[in-house]
């Protein structure tokens, strides 16, 4: 059975740091690309970061440089790092990956940035 549960995020003001954490069970964590998104009220989910299984990322522009994803394969653990937040980062953040096919996510955790 495949398991993604979350941890991390909260209530920051505008310029600080979170970090979100992803504990996966039930997949070969490091053959899977692993991805985290975000969905702000009324907006659909979208893609923040992903870490390919090569060891590749990409990010959005609008979070590049801000934030960092970052893996540990021998605890089955995906983080991602948030600096410099700002407002519009404000939103429920997933994490994600693919399995026979089928997409699996994480619960969602809430961040909120105040300015």
């Given at each position: 059975?495949?398991?993604l549960v979350q941890s991390g995020g909260g209530l920051v003001q505008a310029g600080g740091s979170l970090r979100?954490?992803?504990t996966t069970s039930g997949i070969n964590?490091?053959?899977h690309t692993m991805n985290w998104y975000r969905q702000a009220p009324g907006n659909q989910r979208?893609?923040?970061a992903r870490f390919f299984?090569?060891?590749t990322t990409?990010?959005?522009d609008s979070v590049?440089?801000?934030f960092s994803i970052t893996r540990n394969n021998?605890?089955?653990i995906l983080y991602l790092q948030m600096n410099n937040l700002e407002s519009e980062d404000t939103a429920v953040y997933y994490c994600n990956t693919h399995y026979k096919g089928a997409p699996y996510w994480g619960p969602g955790t809430h961040v909120t940035v105040s300015s």
């Open positions: 059975q495949v398991r979100l954490s992803c964590f490091k053959i979208d893609l923040v299984s090569n060891g990409n990010y959005i590049a440089g801000r021998a605890r089955n």
